[in-house]
């Protein structure tokens, strides 16, 4: 179980653990991001997205507050706006992700 929630955290750590190239978090947010908006309708994706989002921010020193933004968003171009905002700070990655409280 706790595999599968770190490959939520970090969707590239299939990868990692196969010897491939270095991925840019950032890059990974935005192909997760158009993935779901491909596949479900706007409302069901920004609920998605922001699942999503308490994830991934794992990733990041103080990611809660990106997670926080992003499920107070109320529309899909406006998560996209939070998103561009946090990512445009070059926020730090941890080397650990913390993984208590997730379900």
Do not use: C
Request: glycine share 8%.
């Amino acid at each position: 179980i706790m595999v599968g929630r770190m490959a939520v955290v970090q969707p590239w750590l299939f990868a990692h653990w196969g010897g491939g190239s270095t991925v840019e978090p950032e890059s990974v947010w935005w192909a997760v991001a158009d993935a779901v908006l491909e596949d479900f309708p706007e409302k069901a994706a920004l609920g998605r997205l922001k699942l999503f989002g308490l994830y991934f921010s794992r990733n990041y020193l103080f990611g809660h507050t990106f997670a926080v933004r992003l499920k107070a968003a109320t529309s899909v171009a406006a998560l996209f706006a939070i998103a561009r905002d946090f990512f445009a700070r070059a926020p730090q990655r941890v080397d650990q992700p913390h993984l208590g409280g997730l379900a």
